[in-house]
Every structure is written in C-alpha cells, then in structure tokens.
C-alpha cells in the first residue's frame, strides 16, 4: 500500500538547510514542501533554485499557512528552542540541529514539551550514522577487541583561523556560551558516547581564545566563507577558538580529544581512536570509509566500507561496493532516514532523540564550568 507523502518544512537556507533539503529528497514518500528563512530575499532564491513550493520569511508564516507533519530546524543555535517549540505546538515533528540550545535550561524544556506534544523530536547528530562508526559500536558490543583501555582524537578546523573570520557563532546571545565545544566538540562527545553506549559523566577542560579581538563586516559572511574589504569594527570575543578536554565514561574509561577552529589546513579533522586490549580502531572523517584497525602484530590494517566488511547496521549504511565512498552527506541521509523510519513505524535506537541533545550541552556547560574552576566538573 502507498504511504501518505510526508511533508516537510525547513526554517533556515543557509548550509545546513540546503543539506537537510538535498538529504531529505533522497528518501522516498517525503516532498519538502516549504522553507521559511528570516531573510526573505535568501528564502525566495533558494525556493527557485531548489525548486521548493513555497517560501516564508519567517517560520511562524510557514507553521500558520502550511500543514506540515514535521519540520526541520536549520537555524543558528539562538533560534532552535523558539522555533523547536512553535513547530511543536502546531503538531509538527522536529528534527532539529545541535545544539539543541544554547542553554541546558532551554533543552530541558524542549523535552518537556516533545513529551507533552506526543510528536517525534530528534537533534541532527549525524557522524554516528556513518557506516563506520556503527561498524566500531557492533564490534565493541561483540566485545571481540577486548577491554577498552583508552579513547583519543580530535576535531580541528581552520574555518575560524583568521581575525576577519566573524559570524553568528561569535556572539554568545546567539550562538551561546560556547562556540568551539558547543559547535564540534559536541559531534565527538556524542559520537563517542554512540559508539561506546556509555555517558560521558566528568570533563576537565582548558578553553583558549587565541583571537581575543576579530573583525566584524557590515555584511556578515555564510558558514565557511570568507570576509574581506575595510569596512569592519573590531569586537571582543568572550568564546573559545580551541580546547582541550578530559573525559571520563560512566565505566571509567577515560579519553582526550583536542578541539579547534584555528588550526591551519585542518578543514573538518573529526578523529576518534578507541584503543582496546585486543586492538585499536580508528575513523577520519575525512577519510570517511575506512576503518583502521591498529594491530600490535601486524601493523595497521584498513577496512573498507562494503555491505560485506562491515556488520549490523553499518553493513546497510554501506549500501555501495568497497572504493564507492559514502561520506557526509550520505551519514546525513542516513540519519534523517532514521527519524522517518520511526515516524512510519519503526521504532529504531539509531537516530538521537532531544534527551540526548539535552546531555550534549550538559557536557558542554560542564567543560565551561571546569575551564572556570580549573578542576574536573561532574556533567549535572
Ligand atoms: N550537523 C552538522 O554537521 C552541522 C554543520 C554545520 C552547522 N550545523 C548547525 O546547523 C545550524 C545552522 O548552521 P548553518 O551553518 O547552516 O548556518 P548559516 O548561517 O549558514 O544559516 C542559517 C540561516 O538561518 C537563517 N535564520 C536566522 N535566524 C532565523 C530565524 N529566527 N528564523 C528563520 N531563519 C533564520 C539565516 O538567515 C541563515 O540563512 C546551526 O545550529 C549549526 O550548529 C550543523
């Protein structure tokens, strides 16, 4: 039987709208049928481009005139909890990027309301659904590597690495407390916590700000572009560049990881190695299919993503022949397939729900509060 078509609408067309669109396109029974940005001109222009039915300037034009089962939130941070609430309270499912909110406060109230409201409500962390990473969470559950000893890696960037580099997430009313932890950190924590199915539950961090002062033009740039010219005025920046965190898991494994924007020719260097007494095992996003499997006997051995390499549900994720890379955008499709999947029935552990969200930025206030204390902060 035919299932009804969902439709969809997208507050925000700056990158991640135009990713959430393309992703969503890519799985039957779903039309996005209208996008609503607070800049009109850029909701109409991306409207035409992509062919969307309908655009708004401003989301609550969009929740008022169109009958939407569920809706994607692709704003900068400041705007997720007000437009997370009012999609909800129009009936709508949400399926909103991280962070959740700029505030644990915020985030608490977003699950209160997802439960009051019955609708289905997910935050877009989207590396675990690479088939990789759900590959490494099958073999750790297997046990087949042994005890985890340890767990490091990084996620260095060099979008922010000049003083001329200044947007939303500069500004803590709107991009929160946080930029750097809030903004990457965040991907590792969950991934982290996906993989191995164990809480992160105490943080010691050391925050850096090495731009102290940056640029800010008449014209603010889009995620990842570049500013230029000599219109500007300098503001003070009260949000870290760069970071490093201790963690510790609810069964005392402890990790590292360093965090930065600032680190030249880094573009999105997300890596975790999870080290057990067996073997290691490591993933390089930028590297997005492979599987290193650090031996002590043999050296490194790298796996390829395929339906026959990997096992569980990565062995679906990797629907193609090993050398067919799937990548970003493919863990985004998957991820936002999971939520569907649910939507139609299949109730899934794959996707993260708003509870989850909620604990990320936990994490994220807890790194915040030690970087303050100088000691380890339990996450509350
Ligand atoms: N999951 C990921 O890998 C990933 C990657 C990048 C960004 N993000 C997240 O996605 C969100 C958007 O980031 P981006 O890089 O696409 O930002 P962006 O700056 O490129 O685009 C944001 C868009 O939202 C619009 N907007 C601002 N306030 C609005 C409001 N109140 N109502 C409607 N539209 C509004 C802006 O005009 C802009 O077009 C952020 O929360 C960010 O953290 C996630």
């Avoid at 997430?169 to 996906?194: E, K, Y």
Wanted: proline content about 3%; aromatic content about 10%.
């Amino acid at each position: 039987m035919m299932q009804k078509t969902i439709r969809v609408g997208i507050v925000g067309a700056g990158m991640m709208g135009r990713t959430h669109t393309e992703a969503l396109r890519r799985i039957p029974g779903i039309t996005v049928a209208a996008l609503a940005d607070s800049n009109a001109a850029l909701a109409q222009s991306t409207c035409e481009e992509l062919a969307i039915p309908a655009w708004y300037g401003s989301y609550q034009e969009m929740l008022k005139h169109e009958e939407l089962d569920a809706v994607h939130v692709c704003t900068p941070n400041f705007a997720h909890f007000e437009v997370c609430k009012a999609a909800m309270e129009s009936g709508a499912h949400v399926y909103c990027e991280k962070p959740l909110g700029n505030t644990a406060q915020e985030t608490a109230r977003l699950c209160g309301l997802a439960q009051a409201h019955q609708v289905l409500a997910a935050v877009n962390f989207n590396y675990r659904h690479n088939a990789v990473i759900q590959d490494m969470r099958e073999r750790l559950a297997a046990g087949d590597w042994g005890r985890t000893f340890l767990i490091h890696g990084q996620y260095i960037q060099d979008w922010m690495m000049y003083d001329a580099d200044y947007n939303w997430r500069c500004v803590p009313d709107l991009g929160g407390p946080s930029r750097t932890i809030a903004d990457i950190g965040s991907h590792w924590f969950d991934t982290v916590q996906f993989i191995t199915g164990q809480k992160i539950v105490r943080v010691f961090a050391s925050l850096m700000t090495v731009l102290p002062q940056r640029k800010k033009y008449a014209a603010q740039a889009a995620t990842f572009q570049k500013q230029t010219g000599d219109a500007f005025q300098l503001v003070d920046i009260a949000t870290e560049d760069a970071a490093f965190i201790m963690v510790q898991l609810a069964d005392g494994v402890m990790g590292n990881l360093v965090l930065s924007q600032v680190s030249g020719g880094y573009k999105n260097g997300f890596s975790v190695s999870i080290d057990g007494s067996r073997y290691s095992m490591s993933w390089h996003q930028e590297a997005p299919d492979r599987l290193m499997i650090g031996d002590r006997e043999r050296g490194t051995i790298c796996i390829q993503a395929a339906p026959d390499t990997l096992r569980g549900q990565g062995a679906r994720y990797a629907s193609l022949p090993a050398g067919h890379v799937s990548g970003w955008n493919d863990a985004l499709c998957n991820a936002i397939r999971s939520f569907y999947d649910e939507l139609r029935g299949n109730a899934n552990d794959r996707f993260a729900r708003f509870s989850d969200g909620d604990y990320i930025v936990r994490i994220v206030d807890a790194c915040l509060a030690s970087s303050r204390s100088g000691t380890w902060e339990d996450v509350k």
